[in-house]
């Protein structure tokens, strides 16, 4: 881990703010998997970005974003969000994301061949459009047509882009951890 977590007691004045801002938006909306040690430090990608406010508030900022009224079901993020961190092999973001895909109701086998790489056969139409975008996305260059095209039709103009958007995010947050080595929380002690 390059970045250590930064105790509540050690921040500095820029980052108490921000520190309040996570911690309460974690506290409502990212729930299920470990975020924050026993004395109040932040785990996962809110460690770096603290640790660097001037990159972590508008990522912070577009974090909450994509969290806030999500068109998109809770299953379909999840699928898009797996596909992502498989590709970046971003372990915090799989080992949190397979928790909450796991609360959504997505089945351990879909849950095991997303983050393996391979598309599950038994994906719902909806599951399947996110997995086909993001997937594309993932893989570099254009989406294609007919898969946006499926994407505003299985969701509306709006619903892609928040797909769009959503599977954007989530490159920055495999970023963030793989760049500074975050690791689970069980590797962290």
Known sequence: MRI?????????PEQKP??????????AKFTGFVSMREDGALV???APTLRFPKFG????????????????????????????GARFKSRYELYAHIAVSEKVGLTDAKI???????????????????????????????????TYDAAVAA??????AELVYL???YCMVSAILNGFAVPVPDDAD
Do not use: C
């Open 112 to 146: 095991g061949t997303i983050v393996a790489g391979q598309r599950p056969a038994d994906l719902t139409k909806e599951e399947a459009v996110a997995y086909d975008m993001a997937s594309a996305l993932v893989s570099g260059g254009p989406v294609p047509h007919p």
């Open 4 to 12: 250590p977590p930064i105790a509540p007691a050690d921040l500095s």
């Open 44 to 46: 996962g990608p809110w």
């Open 18 to 27: 921000l520190f309040e801002d996570m911690k309460q938006g974690i506290e």
């Open 57 to 84: 508030k508008p990522w912070w900022d577009y974090i909450k974003a994509l969290a806030d009224n999500p068109v998109l079901p809770k299953p379909v993020r999840e699928v898009a969000i797996l596909v992502t």
């Open 167 to 169: 599977v954007a995010g």
């Open 155 to 160: 969701f509306g103009v709006d619903g892609a």
